[in-house]
């Protein structure tokens, strides 16, 4: 079954970071979750069996040559907090959204259904990170806290490539005008991210895009992966998805990255 896993690749990250790193943008599949939770739900704060959380989690360790006890995730919160991590504390799941590090062997993992997962690299620094930005934590800082944290252990601003996977789509994100005034209160140009939606005095925001340009800004070279987590049901799971139908639950997709040992 583990096989069965079938996590999404960035040519980015493959082409620049793939012979010192391992990396996958997981999807639903390959798991053992069942009903609303159906394949590799990997989210803690699920109602879904803990056994099967558990069984799920394991695999993902699993296609990384690792054990449970190595992969690091951390306790999300929407936050733009940052936390270093080695092997004295990879199990700890401290309150935050970001995760970075320079050791081999952890697996840096991020958990979402329609925020944006974003792993980092410096390859030539070894060094590595993984954020979870949904649009408060994109707002707040939570990419720059995690380029930030990568500098503070070796990595070198320019040196870093990173890949935005699954998230939700700008099709698919509508939001009330108290939501447009709160970027444009951070920033005027934030106008350029929001679109008109039928539905009069609301708008489309494309988060994807407004996470690139974050990044961008910041000094490191980034791509996005393209992909709806909220029109792909078969593959992705989707809180706002969940939403709509009315379904009281939803699982979460794991986007992760490990050093490989030198």
């Not at 620049?16 to 790193?21: D, S, Y």
Request: glycine share 10%; with cysteine; hydrophobic share 40%.
């Amino acid at each position: 079954m583990l096989h069965a896993l079938s996590p999404v690749q960035s040519p980015l990250l493959a082409a620049r970071a793939g012979a010192v790193t391992r990396h996958g943008f997981f999807t639903r599949e390959g798991g053992v979750s069942e009903g609303l939770y159906t394949g590799l739900n990997v989210g803690l704060g699920s109602r879904d069996v803990p056994q099967k959380v558990a069984e799920n989690r394991a695999r993902v360790a699993a296609w990384f040559g690792a054990d449970i006890d190595h992969l690091a995730t951390v306790h999300q919160v929407h936050s733009p907090r940052a936390v270093t991590v080695d092997a004295g504390n990879a199990t700890e799941r401290p309150e935050a959204d970001a995760l970075v590090t320079a050791t081999p062997g952890i697996v840096l993992g991020v958990l979402s259904a329609d925020c944006g997962p974003i792993l980092f690299c410096d390859p030539q620094s070894r060094v590595i990170g993984a954020a979870h930005a949904g649009w408060k934590g994109a707002l707040t800082g939570v990419l720059e806290s995690t380029i930030d944290a990568m500098v503070a252990i070796g990595a070198e601003r320019s040196k870093i490539v990173a890949c935005l996977g699954p998230s939700i789509s700008a099709a698919h994100y509508e939001v009330g005008a108290e939501f447009v005034a709160r970027f444009l209160e951070a920033d005027s140009a934030n106008s350029g991210f929001f679109t008109p939606s039928i539905k009069e005095g609301h708008f489309m925001f494309d988060l994807p895009a407004y996470t690139l340009t974050r990044l961008r800004r910041d000094g490191v070279q980034a791509e996005s992966l393209g992909d709806c987590t909220y029109g792909d049901p078969a593959r992705f799971f989707s809180y706002r998805r969940t939403t709509h139908a009315g379904e009281p639950d939803y699982g979460r997709q794991i986007s992760a990255i490990s050093l490989k040992e030198a």
